[in-house]
């Protein structure tokens, strides 16, 4: 006798197995040459992002801060510039590679579309955001879909409506009707276009994802050249900060444009601006986020302290408090009262002794630079 399928429902967690989405996926050598095709049209003057990137350069930082991008010493290479971690305040450089899992409809297989494109387009938001996680992000999950702006728009809500208040969380009988009415006129919308994977297949693998993987974001692409493809944070504390990225290029290939478009949207303005998913986390569904700030060399679990990262105003925490996930090799780092030591000369990153500020010394120093 056949296995049953379990039955679709929006309001129980759905599993990948039952995605009818296929799935390919981008290992790290290959996420390593579409960084060096990148490379090739970078690091010249005026390139917005080599612009961009000398401007973060000449920026002063502060030294206490949560988030920080530096560039401090030689070429415009990944290897070169580091982001502090919001997980555990190290410092890692940028060229830290990534799997790439995306997931899109069949007739996009049946057309033979690759979908290294895919990630090329965004590759230097990939990075920024996988450089801001020492956890978790090892895999990045994207859903290709053919969405316009405003469909864009509508899904991206339905997700934070469905997120807030069915996510480790009984839905009340009010909002069951209205999570079921907007799916319903989202799927009628989609479906009256043509657009392809239907809606009830993006729903499916975006909550399987999010209940299976607990990813740090997810990724909805268009492929619509009149839209966006949009990240989906899954905790404020993985919000980009908006004193770092401001004045981030949008991507636009036109330099002549002037509307207010881009090819991701990426979050300018911080929380303002971001799609942030209003998740609880408890049980099984994981474990509160914490911040915390760990000795700098990669190999060592000593923490020198830990706190719950802030989430959503308290205006939300009526049906319970904010939870976001974490890995499960967090439980056996050391949380102690080493007070651990700055480095002396940038003062930016902290050790446990010094033969851990040895070990790291051959990735610091191509950022240490005395402190000004």
């Known amino acids: 006798m056949a296995k049953q399928q379990p039955r679709y429902?929006?309001?129980?967690?759905?599993?990948?197995?039952?995605?009818?989405?296929?799935?390919?996926?981008?290992d790290h050598e290959k996420?390593?040459?579409l960084i060096d095709k990148w490379l090739e049209h970078r690091g010249h003057p005026h390139d917005a992002y080599h612009d961009w990137f000398l401007c973060i350069r000449e920026r002063k930082h502060a030294h206490n801060h949560k988030q920080t991008l530096l560039w401090n010493k030689g070429e415009f290479v990944p290897e070169n510039i580091f982001c502090r971690t919001v997980d555990t305040g190290r410092l890692i450089p940028l060229d830290r590679t990534w799997k790439t899992h995306v997931y899109y409809h069949r007739s996009m297989q049946d057309r033979k579309l690759p979908m290294m494109p895919v990630v090329f387009t965004m590759l230097p938001e990939l990075m920024l955001l996988r450089g801001m996680h020492d956890n978790g992000c090892d895999d990045i999950y994207i859903i290709v879909t053919d969405l316009k702006k405003q469909e864009m728009d509508d899904v991206t809500e339905y997700f934070k409506l469905v997120c807030q208040h069915t996510f480790g969380r009984a839905c009340k009988p009010s909002l069951e009707r209205q999570i079921q009415y907007e799916h319903m006129r989202i799927t009628h919308?989609?479906?009256r276009h043509r657009r392809l994977p239907c809606f009830p297949q993006i729903d499916l693998t975006f909550r399987a994802l999010l209940y299976e993987k607990k990813p740090r974001f997810l990724i909805l692409f268009s492929h619509q050249t009149t839209s966006y493809s949009q990240i989906l944070?899954?905790?404020?504390?993985?919000?980009?900060?908006?004193?770092?990225?401001?004045d981030y290029p949008t991507g636009c290939p036109n330099p002549c444009c002037t509307d207010d478009c881009e090819m991701i949207r990426f979050p300018r303005r911080g929380l303002e601006t971001a799609a942030v998913l209003d998740i609880k986390?408890?049980?099984k569904f994981g474990k509160k986020v914490k911040e915390r700030l760990m000795c700098n060399w990669i190999e060592c679990d000593v923490?020198?302290?830990?706190?719950p990262a802030p989430g959503f105003p308290k205006v939300h925490d009526r049906d319970g408090s904010t939870e976001g996930s974490e890995e499960s090799i967090n439980s056996k780092r050391k949380v102690g009262t080493v007070p651990g030591q700055l480095c002396s000369k940038c003062r930016l990153v902290r050790y446990c002794s010094i033969e851990h500020q040895r070990n790291d010394w051959d990735e610091h120093r191509r950022v240490c630079v005395k402190m000004t």
């Not at 429902?9 to 981008?26: C, G, I, N, Q, R």
């Not at 923490?303 to 706190?307: A, G, I, L, P």
């Open 233 to 246: 944070f899954t905790h404020p504390s993985y919000v980009p900060d908006e004193d770092i990225f401001y």
């Open 281 to 283: 986390r408890v049980g």
């Open 303 to 307: 923490c020198f302290s830990e706190e």
């Open 31 to 33: 996420t390593d040459m």
């Open 189 to 191: 919308s989609l479906h």
């Open 9 to 26: 429902s929006l309001f129980t967690p759905p599993t990948l197995e039952t995605s009818e989405l296929v799935k390919d996926t981008l």
